[in-house]
């Protein structure tokens, strides 16, 4: 299995920062990285997919990069709805795994 | 529209085989390319993706589980089908199916249905 790794697991921050969450994997896995943003008690958004490539509806404030085995999400000036916890996942090879998650808290 | 409901018990006693169903509409699984997964969140904790059922019939599984795994599809009913046996306490997790339609991330979600593993 493709092992993902987030960093940090938690963060503290407040409205207006600019925020970087990172997301290594155990082997290339090209662009094939998805983030999802999961608010307690729902079900995981789609935020990014193919590492850079922002979903419909999902605001530009957003950004991804990265390729091989070192990705980042960035969220360039944090709002309140911000708040969640922040996965990655590789599809690149099954089983599509998932990053163990970065909570984003308010400061 | 596309949606995604899961259904099933919501608590099951150790050792017993847990069956999941769900309930999809807005795009058809006999599509090219199609294709309908499942991810488990223990409380508190992180997703865990579980295996995936394409338009082929193709099954992919998460080797830790594969051995208690089953995905099924019934393309008449929009229905996929999750069976997982022996069941332990720390199966116990909300369970998420999901579908990218034909691209492998999930960009729609079932609500979730918690299931609690207890005698």
């Given at each position: 299995d493709i092992q993902m790794t987030q960093s940090?697991?938690?963060?503290?921050?407040s409205v207006g920062?600019?925020?970087?969450?990172?997301?290594?994997?155990?082997q290339s896995i090209s662009t094939y990285l998805n983030w999802y943003q999961q608010k307690p008690g729902r079900a995981p958004k789609l935020l990014?997919?193919?590492?850079?490539?922002?979903?419909?509806?999902?605001?530009?404030?957003?950004?991804?990069?990265?390729?091989?085995?070192?990705?980042?999400?960035?969220i360039s000036?944090?709002?309140?709805?911000?708040?969640a916890t922040y996965y990655c996942q590789q599809t690149f090879t099954t089983p599509h795994t998932f990053g163990q998650g970065t909570k984003l808290e308010i400061e | 529209q596309i949606t995604l409901k899961e259904s099933g018990p919501t608590r099951v006693k150790p050792t017993q085989t847990l069956t999941l169903t769900c309930t999809f509409s807005g795009f058809s699984l006999s599509a090219s390319a199609v294709?309908?997964?499942?991810?488990?969140?223990?409380?508190?904790?992180a997703l865990e993706w579980l295996g995936i059922i394409y338009?082929?019939?193709?099954?992919?599984?998460?080797?830790?589980?594969?051995?208690?795994?089953?995905?099924?599809?019934?393309?008449?009913?929009?229905?996929?089908?999750?069976?997982?046996t022996n069941m332990d306490p720390v199966d116990t997790a909300t369970y998420f199916c999901a579908t990218g339609i034909v691209r492998n991330y999930?960009?729609?979600?079932g609500q979730g249905t918690l299931v609690t593993v207890s005698s």
């Open positions: 940090p697991s938690s963060l503290s921050a920062d600019r925020v970087t969450i990172t997301c290594r994997a155990s990014m997919f193919a590492a850079s490539s922002l979903q419909s509806g999902v605001p530009s404030r957003f950004s991804g990069s990265g390729s091989g085995t070192d990705f980042t999400l960035t000036s944090l709002q309140p709805e911000d708040f | 294709g309908v997964g499942w991810v488990r969140q223990p409380p508190g904790e338009w082929d019939d193709d099954k992919r599984y998460s080797p830790s589980l594969k051995s208690r795994l089953t995905i099924t599809k019934d393309t008449s009913k929009n229905q996929v089908v999750l069976t997982m999930f960009e729609y979600w």
